[in-house]
Structures are given as structure tokens and as C-alpha cells.
């Protein structure tokens, strides 16, 4: 209900939206239930009475930030074949953490709190990075079968090293965005060893 009591429908998708944009506008520090709550156009107490605190709303919103990312990423391999494995790589990169993806990381690193509940429910099997490098693992062992990626190449290792570089490079980002050109050169590099033709 909104403060004239007006129902306020998708209410928690609404919340995170506002999170989203105060996390890349304010950082970590700005994430209070007020001004999440002010941002969202609702009264403060409705965040309360949809989460117990704002501990477990700011754990819901990165989970929840983790799973759009896992859809995301669960798309890729339907795109075998087509363009360049750099380019597909670097198209995925970029739409995964979402614009607040550096922010994401930094709420995380900034809230003990929050980053002890993630960590109680990724082990009841949360989505997160490594559903994204199993989506990883998927594109390039279907790469692999049309021939786009060597035989020999060492897939799950290259999905794992790929996922570590996005996230490297989300961490050492400049004003908390992605430039296409230097993913795409490292992703490409990553890539350049296990494929038979140029990619």
C-alpha cells in the first residue's frame, strides 16, 4: 500500500529498482531504508513489512540481482554459431552484473552482515557466479561441437578463467561501468589459444 493506501503492485521489484539506482549513485553507504524507500515513491514502513530488516532486504536485492544475472547468462549458449566467440563473450560480460554491477560488489564487500547471509543461502544452492560459469561452460562446449572452439580446449577451465576476468574487471572499473573495448581485447585473448580459427 502506498501512503494514501493505494495497493503498489510489484512492490519488491520496485524496491530493488530504487536500490539499483541509489547503490550507483550514493554507493553502499547510501543504501538506507529511507532513502531506498524515497526513491522508490512509498513510505519506509513498507520495506519493513515485506522484510525483516534491512540486512535481509539489501541480501534479497543482491540475490535477486544474481539470479537476473543467471538468466542472462543462461542464454548464451543458444547463440553457437553466430557472430564471433569474442563478441558473443563480451555481449554477455556486459549484460550480466547489470548497470550497479561494481556497486553490487562493493555492497557486499562494505556489509559483513549482508555478505554472511548471502553466504547462508548460496549454500542452499542461491544462483550467483557459478550458475553463470556453468552458462559459460555451456557456450563453449557447444562451440565446441560445431567446431568453433578446438577439440582439445580445456573448457571448464576457460569458463572459469573468463568468469574471473569479468569479475576482475567489474572490480577495477572506472565510474562503475564496463568498457566494451577492453573486455572484448581481454576476452578475446582468453579465447585466442583454443580456437582453430580467429574468433
Request: proline fraction near 4%; hydrophobic fraction near 45%.
Amino acid at each position: 500500500m502506498s501512503p494514501r493506501g493505494v495497493a503498489i503492485p510489484d512492490l519488491r521489484e520496485q524496491l530493488f529498482r530504487a536500490a539499483d539506482q541509489v547503490l550507483v549513485r550514493d554507493g553502499p553507504s547510501g543504501l538506507s531504508g529511507r532513502a531506498i524507500t524515497r526513491q522508490a515513491g512509498c513510505a519506509t514502513g513498507l520495506l519493513y513489512n515485506h522484510f525483516g530488516d534491512l540486512d535481509e532486504f539489501l541480501a534479497q536485492f543482491v540475490l535477486d540481482r544474481a539470479r537476473l544475472a543467471a538468466e542472462r547468462a543462461a542464454e548464451l549458449p543458444a547463440r553457437a554459431g553466430e557472430g564471433t566467440l569474442a563478441d558473443n563473450l563480451t555481449d554477455a560480460a556486459l549484460s550480466i552484473p547489470g548497470s550497479s554491477g561494481l556497486a553490487m560488489i562493493a555492497l557486499v564487500q562494505a556489509q559483513p552482515s549482508v555478505a554472511a547471509r548471502l553466504r547462508r543461502t548460496a549454500a542452499g544452492g542461491a544462483q550467483g557466479l557459478q550458475t553463470i560459469e556453468h552458462a559459460f561452460l555451456a557456450y563453449l562446449e557447444a562451440e565446441k561441437e560445431i567446431g568453433r572452439v578446438a577439440p582439445h580446449a580445456d573448457t571448464e577451465a576457460l569458463a572459469l578463467g573468463l568468469v574471473g576476468a569479468i569479475h576482475h574487471l567489474w572490480l577495477t572499473a572506472t565510474g562503475g561501468a564496463l568498457e566494451r573495448k577492453r573486455v572484448r581485447r581481454v576476452l578475446a585473448a582468453l579465447v585466442a589459444g583454443t580456437t582453430p580459427t580467429r574468433s
